[in-house]
């Protein structure tokens, strides 16, 4: 509170010096009758369970005892300044310290001027009009003090109810973010359960039905390879390859949605990753020529693997040529091996090719997606690949970026290094 804003406050009130000299000349019968007025005061205290419950410590009633008294001797004619208007908001605060309710407080000052005015009319029984002009100093001190110690009551509430909101605010908040990141975690939980299902039931199809695909596929193949020989003209001959390689296609179609569904596990065995990655590599060595595609590897530090060799080298061979066909105008592909903390072996495969947005990508290892032309496609490769890195107690994520490229991660279980 300001000089200035002081000064208004008492002139709103009216008290003036006159009302500080009534009240110093009330001083001396105030110390002469605080011990019974304290006395009186505390044993209206204990008519309330509320204030009755907050004098049951001892130390509690003995400050709040000699809290009272001091400030009945404060009355007798203070002069209201910074100090006076402090100790005035102290008592507020310390009201809110102990759990004291404005309706208990504020009732407190009206018990001391009912306590006072038969004391005042005692003291000046020979002058009335000298009691009534010191009642009404007092009442003016009272109403200022009820004032500043009820503005710092309300202040400091605020002040908690702003830090508690704020709290409930940032709480809200991390509620929500986790909220959210669970409802994401839900969402790829299902979407991964959804296609479990399907490759379930791809599994139960596939069991009954590549053996009758694949006997007649096998046939046409047959017959496709001796027409060939026979036949002598360009068309003729370009047509019968075309049957081949449709044949092979179907075939593979076949030998994708078998290594789904088979149940058999092979015996697993150590496997020098390097070596897989090197070989897998020598296969597309002519691809990677005619498609200007540049590689750079770093297999150095590459430790090995309990596992599937055959199946492992099928995972590396998908996610090439997966990383070939987004480079269909040449480009730069980088695999890199090394061992992680922990027993880990990270395998990253990445290229700089077309890359791809987000909705393609949360989509990547779902069956039977793909973005190829028709006919170019079957959107069971990354499936594959997924199932392998699966079966081998492993992970694999895909990151990407539109005309920036993607990365393939793949982290497994590597033999311990002697």
Same mark, same amino acid.
């Given at each position: 509170?300001? #000089?200035?804003?002081?000064?208004?406050?008492?002139?709103?009130?009216?008290?003036?010096?006159?009302?500080?000299?009534?009240?110093?000349?009330?001083?001396?019968?105030?110390?002469?009758?605080?011990?019974?007025?304290?006395?009186?005061?505390?044993?209206?205290?204990?008519?309330?369970?509320?204030?009755?419950?907050?004098?049951?410590?001892?130390?509690?009633?003995?400050?709040?005892?000699?809290?009272?008294?001091?400030?009945?001797?404060?009355?007798?004619? #203070?002069?209201?300044?910074?100090?006076?208007?402090?100790?005035?908001?102290r008592i507020g605060l310390r009201h809110l310290e102990v759990g004291l309710r404005p309706a208990w407080y504020l009732g407190a000052y009206s018990?001391?001027?009912?306590?006072?005015?038969?004391?005042?009319?005692?003291?000046?029984?020979?002058?009335?009009?000298?009691?009534?002009?010191?009642?009404?100093?007092?009442?003016?001190?009272?109403?200022?003090?009820?004032?500043?110690?009820?503005?710092?009551? =309300?202040?400091?509430?605020?002040?908690?109810?702003?830090?508690?909101?704020?709290?409930?605010?940032?709480?809200?908040?991390?509620?929500?973010?986790?909220?959210?990141?669970?409802?994401?975690?839900?969402?790829?939980?299902?979407?991964?359960?959804?296609?479990?299902?399907?490759?379930?039931?791809?599994?139960?199809?596939?069991?009954?039905?590549?053996?009758?695909?694949?006997?007649?596929?096998?046939?046409?193949?047959?017959?496709?390879?001796?027409?060939?020989?026979?036949?002598?003209?360009?068309?003729?001959?370009?047509?019968?390859?075309?049957?081949?390689?449709?044949?092979?296609?179907?075939?593979?179609?076949?030998?994708?949605?078998?290594?789904?569904?088979?149940?058999?596990?092979?015996?697993?065995?150590? =496997?020098? =990753?390097?070596?897989?990655?090197?070989?897998?590599?020598?296969?597309?060595?002519?691809?990677?020529?005619?498609?200007?595609?540049?590689?750079?590897?770093?297999?150095?530090?590459?430790?090995?693997?309990?596992?599937?060799?055959?199946?492992?080298?099928?995972?590396?061979?998908?996610?090439?040529?997966?990383?070939?066909?987004?480079?269909?105008?040449?480009?730069?592909?980088?695999?890199?091996?090394?061992?992680?903390?922990?027993?880990?072996?990270?395998?990253?495969?990445?290229?700089?090719?077309?890359?791809?947005? #987000?909705?393609?990508?949360?989509?990547?290892?779902?069956?039977?997606?793909?973005?190829?032309?028709?006919?170019?496609?079957?959107?069971?490769?990354? =499936?594959?690949?997924?199932?392998?890195?699966?079966?081998?107690?492993?992970?694999?994520?895909?990151?990407?970026?539109?005309?920036?490229?993607?990365?393939?991660?793949?982290?497994?279980?590597?033999?311990?290094?002697?």
């Amino acid at each position: 509170m300001t #000089p200035e804003e002081l000064r208004m406050r008492l002139a709103f009130l009216g008290f003036t010096e006159a009302d500080r000299e009534n009240l110093a000349e009330f001083a001396p019968i105030l110390e002469k009758n605080a011990d019974s007025f304290i006395g009186a005061f505390y044993r209206h205290l204990l008519s309330f369970e509320p204030t009755r419950r907050l004098l049951a410590d001892p130390e509690v009633k003995e400050s709040v005892m000699q809290s009272q008294r001091d400030y009945l001797l404060s009355l007798g004619g #203070p002069t209201i300044d910074e100090d006076y208007v402090a100790s005035r908001e102290r008592i507020g605060l310390r009201h809110l310290e102990v759990g004291l309710r404005p309706a208990w407080y504020l009732g407190a000052y009206s018990q001391f001027l009912s306590l006072l005015i038969p004391m005042i009319f005692e003291a000046w029984r020979h002058s009335p009009a000298r009691a009534e002009a010191v009642i009404a100093s007092l009442q003016k001190l009272l109403s200022f003090d009820t004032q500043v110690a009820m503005e710092a009551y =309300v202040a400091r509430r605020e002040e908690q109810l702003e830090f508690l909101n704020r709290e409930l605010a940032a709480t809200g908040r991390d509620l929500e973010g986790k909220l959210e990141t669970r409802s994401q975690e839900l969402r790829e939980t299902t979407n991964r359960a959804q296609a479990a299902e399907e490759l379930a039931s791809i599994a139960t199809i596939v069991a009954g039905l590549a053996h009758e695909i694949g006997t007649p596929m096998g046939v046409i193949q047959g017959h496709a390879e001796l027409l060939e020989s026979s036949v002598n003209d360009e068309r003729g001959k370009q047509r019968l390859r075309t049957i081949r390689d449709q044949i092979e296609r179907i075939s593979n179609i076949i030998r994708s949605l078998l290594n789904m569904a088979r149940s058999d596990h092979r015996e697993l065995q150590p =496997v020098d =990753v390097r070596a897989v990655l090197e070989r897998s590599l020598s296969f597309l060595t002519e691809e990677f020529r005619l498609r200007q595609i540049r590689v750079k590897r770093d297999l150095v530090d590459t430790a090995s693997v309990f596992g599937d060799e055959e199946k492992l080298q099928q995972l590396f061979l998908n996610l090439l040529l997966n990383a070939t066909d987004a480079m269909p105008e040449g480009g730069n592909l980088e695999i890199r091996a090394q061992g992680l903390s922990g027993d880990k072996l990270e395998v990253l495969i990445s290229d700089d090719g077309h890359g791809m947005p #987000p909705d393609v990508l949360a989509r990547v290892f779902e069956p039977f997606y793909t973005t190829k032309p028709a006919g170019q496609g079957t959107g069971l490769g990354l =499936v594959v690949a997924h199932g392998i890195v699966r079966d081998h107690g492993g992970t694999i994520e895909a990151t990407s970026e539109v005309e920036r490229g993607t990365q393939f991660r793949i982290v497994l279980p590597c033999l311990p290094s002697d």
